[in-house]
C-alpha cells in the first residue's frame, strides 16, 4: 500500500524506487551468502550486540537470522519497496523481534537517542547524502551507543582507485540501485564525530579475482558519551 502522510492525504513515494535492480539483488546476495562468505561477515558483524538495534538499510532481511538473542529489538529502515517486502518475510522467520519500516538513512523515523546501537551494512555505498544520514544515525543512538558497519569503497593501487572513480562517475551508480565504489566509510564516520574503533580491510571474495566492488572494511565505532561532547 502506498504511504500516506499524515495530516494530508497525500500518497507518498518511496525515497529509493530501484525495482529492477531490488530483483537482481535479492538474488546476487543470497548466492553471496556461500560463495562470497557473506554469512560468515554477517556474524562477525553482529556478535555481542545487545539492547534496541537500527538497522540502517536492511535490504531484503539476510541480516536478521544473526541476530544473537541478547537483541530485545530490531528496527529495520529499508526505503525501497520490493526489498522491504522481502525483509518483511525475512524478519518473520527471525528469532528477535524485527520491525521492519520505510524510511531513507538520511531522515530517519525514530525518536533521538533510542537505540544501543546501530548497524550499517552495504549501505553507505547508496545513500544521496553521506554526512547527513550519518548525522542522522548519531541522532538516534543514545551517548556510547555502538555502530557496526560492514561497507565497501575505495581501495587498491593508484590504476583500481582510477577504475572506482571512473565507473562511479559514468554507468556503476545507473546499474547498480546508485551505489558509489570510491567512498571512504571510515574517513566518513570519523568526520560525522563518531570514535573509530577496531577495524579491517576485507575483500569479497578472499578467493578468486579482485573487482572495483572487492574491496570492504568491517568494523566497530562508537558514539562520544555526553561528556566527551
Known sequence: MPLR?????????????????????????????????MAGVRRRLLTGLSGRVIEIGAGNGLNF???????????????????????????????????????????????????????ISLVLCSV??????LSEAR??????????????????GPAMRFTQRALDRTVWPLLSGGCHLARDPVGALRGAGFELGPYRRVLLAEKG?????????????????????
Open 209 to 229: 579475482p579482485t573487482l572495483p566492488p572487492s574491496f570492504c572494511v568491517l568494523g566497530t565505532a562508537w558514539r562520544p558519551s555526553s561528556a566527551d561532547g
Open 5 to 37: 502522510s499524515a495530516g494530508t492525504g497525500k500518497v507518498s513515494r518511496d525515497p529509493v524506487h530501484h525495482p529492477l535492480f531490488a530483483r537482481y539483488y535479492e538474488r546476487a546476495s543470497v548466492a553471496a551468502e556461500t560463495r562470497l562468505g
Open 139 to 156: 541522532r538516534v543512538l543514545r551517548p556510547g551507543g555502538t555502530v557496526r558497519f560492514f561497507e565497501h569503497g575505495t581501495g587498491g
Open 128 to 133: 544521496r547524502d553521506v554526512p547527513r544520514a
Open 65 to 119: 537470522a544473526h541476530y544473537p538473542g541478547t537483541v530485545s529489538e530490531v528496527v529495520a529502515i529499508e526505503p525501497e519497496r520490493r526489498l522491504r517486502q522481502s525483509a518483511v518475510e525475512s524478519a518473520l522467520r527471525s528469532e528477535v523481534p524485527v520491525d521492519v519500516v520505510p524510511g531513507a538513512a538520511e531522515a530517519l523515523p525514530v525518536k533521538s537517542e533510542a537505540f544501543d546501537a546501530v548497524v
